[in-house]
Nanobody, 113 residues
């Protein structure tokens, strides 16, 4: 019932800003039970938690990325977004959005000149 879909650029240049959008159907991102989350998986590596936004609008981020990460939402569109500033090649990964145990299909992001 709940579906999430990531969208955004597949290629970003180093030092630029990555912006990804997660469009949610079947549930409201304003629900007080929501933990609307971004994770990523670099090639050949494990999953890395990036951060999340709660139904209240409060956010939480992994310390390693906090300084250049921002998660926001648009409740009228039932979307939440990931902004990652000053990207480097190590940010290359498949990025996923999800809530609890429901996840999108992922979107490949490559950071390269």
């Amino acid at each position: 019932q709940v579906q999430l879909e990531e969208s955004g650029p597949g290629l970003v240049k180093p030092s630029q800003t990555l912006s990804l959008t997660c469009t949610v159907s079947g549930d409201s991102i304003a629900s007080n039970t929501g933990h609307w989350t971004w994770i990523r998986q670099p090639p050949g590596k494990g999953l890395e938690w990036i951060g999340k936004i709660f139904g209240s609008g409060s956010t939480s981020y992994t310390p390693s990325l906090k300084s250049r990460t921002s998660i926001s939402r648009d409740t009228s569109k039932n979307q939440f977004t990931l902004q990652l500033n000053s990207v480097i090649p190590a940010d290359t990964a498949v990025y996923y959005c999800g809530n609890w145990d429901t996840w999108g299909q992922g979107t490949q992001v490559t950071v390269s000149s």
